[in-house]
Each structure stands twice: as C-alpha cells, then as structure tokens.
C-alpha cells in the first residue's frame, strides 16, 4: 500500500528539532522524501502498524502527524506538476 506521512514539529527548542530529526530519520527508513515533510512510503500491513508505533512514540504534544492510506493502487491517484519529478515508488524503493 502506498501511505503518505505528513507532519508538523514544533522546533522552537532543541528537544523539538531533536523530535524533527528523529522522524524524518524514521520516515526516510521506510520511503521517499518527495517535500520538506512528506514522505511516500510503500508499506505492507506489518510496515505500516511498526511505523505508526514508531513515530506515535517519537512526537510531542504539540506535533502532529498525519498518515495517509492510498491503498494498494495508491501510484495511480498521484500526480505531478512542477519541475520537481520525485521517483517511481513501484520500481524505485528496495524491499527488505
């Protein structure tokens, strides 16, 4: 399934780039960063409750992190504009 993440870190202190770091550390271990806090993730079932855990464990209470499920046709609903051509997630990602 493709899963989009998004989030909001509140990064007016050190621990709160620290929070920032560690997410995007997390999200880049399971996708493609495609914007600043965006990734795309091609996950399975398994992936995806792991990842959740992970990052629900990692943010504050003044973050926010949004995950979205496009299902297992998920590449099909994306669309481009702009300059800024990301990757193809069916091909591009390793699985491991």
Not at 54 to 68: F, H, M, N, P, T
């Amino acid at each position: 399934m493709l899963v989009l993440i998004t989030y909001d870190v509140n990064t007016e202190d050190k621990a709160g780039r620290k929070r920032l770091r560690k997410i995007a550390k997390e999200c880049v271990n399971y996708g493609q960063r495609v914007q600043n806090s965006v990734f795309e993730c091609s996950l399975d079932a398994a992936q995806y409750r792991n990842l959740k855990g992970i990052l629900a464990s990692l943010i504050g209470k003044e973050d926010s992190i949004r995950l979205y499920n496009l299902g297992n046709r998920g590449t099909a609903r994306v669309e481009e504009l702009g300059t800024k051509h990301t990757y193809d997630a069916e091909n591009d990602l390793l699985s491991i």
